[in-house]
């Protein structure tokens, strides 16, 4: 089997609209909707758990489970942090999932090749991560804002989700790193740090993640173009 855990428990603060992104409408659906959707049908998929914040998960099942007749979506509430909310998805899941993808819930626009890709790939390396080469040339730069590097852009690339991997491999990672009170910024670092290497596979610079109030124009003209 073949799940997937949608994070959909963030506040979106940065959107600054007074409610949840995820719930933002683009043309007639919500953001959210959209990116369920993906994986809800398609037939790669056999288990859906959306991760929410617990005081709109109420507001989920009746304005998103319900009204778009989602009934086997899994929910689950979110926690303080990004890995907490993933944990609980994972803990949700059938027991008999063998392959996992984590994806957010404001990245509505994952194509259905990069889902299949993942799975098939994440069956043979354990793990996967999708992103894309940047375009623009990175610097890093110290507290005080000198720049201190310029990185090699051939090596550089933007990661997206899904993350893709072996269910038992993931859950060990996320236990391990509970264990040694360890918080990664994604979930490949984790499956990193307990030594397994994880494959890059190129996705698509359409995939986005909807942040900001200049992401929602951007969006609408994906979903333009889309239909």
């Known amino acids: ?47 859906v758990v959306v991760v929410v914040k617990e005081e709109e998960i109420d507001y989920f099942r009746k304005n998103i489970i319900d009204k778009y007749n989602l009934d086997k979506v899994k929910l689950t509430t979110g926690g303080k942090e990004r890995q907490d909310s993933v944990y ?12 996992v993808l ?10 259905k090749d990069t889902i299949e890709k993942s799975i098939k790939e994440a069956k043979k390396n354990k793990a996967v991560v999708v992103g894309v080469p940047v375009k623009d040339t990175i610097k890093v ?9 310029t990185p090699n852009r ?13 269910y038992k491999v993931l859950l060990k990672s996320y236990e391990d790193a ?24 190129e996705g698509s610079y359409n995939n986005i993640k909807i942040t900001t109030i200049e992401d929602l124009d951007i969006a609408k003209e994906i979903l333009k173009n889309d239909n």
């Not at 940065?14 to 369920?36: A, P, S, W």
């Not at 918080?183 to 397994?196: F, P």
């Open 102 to 111: 984590v994806h957010d819930g404001a990245r509505p626009f994952v194509l």
């Open 1 to 47: 089997m073949n799940g997937v855990v949608i994070v959909a428990a963030g506040s979106g603060k940065r959107m600054n609209m007074g409610i949840n992104k995820q719930f933002i409408k683009l043309e007639d659906k919500e953001i959210i909707t959209y990116t369920i959707e993906k994986f809800y049908n398609d037939k790669n998929i056999d288990d």
């Open 154 to 166: 051939s090596a550089l690339w933007a990661v997206q989700t899904p993350q893709t991997f072996d």
């Open 141 to 149: 730069i110290n507290k005080n804002h000198e720049i201190v590097d």
């Open 178 to 201: 509970f264990d040694n009170k360890f918080y990664g910024t994604d979930d490949a670092m984790l499956v990193e740090r307990l030594g397994y290497k994880v494959k890059m596979i």
């Open 88 to 99: 609980n998805g994972l803990k949700l899941l059938d027991e008999n999932c063998e392959i």
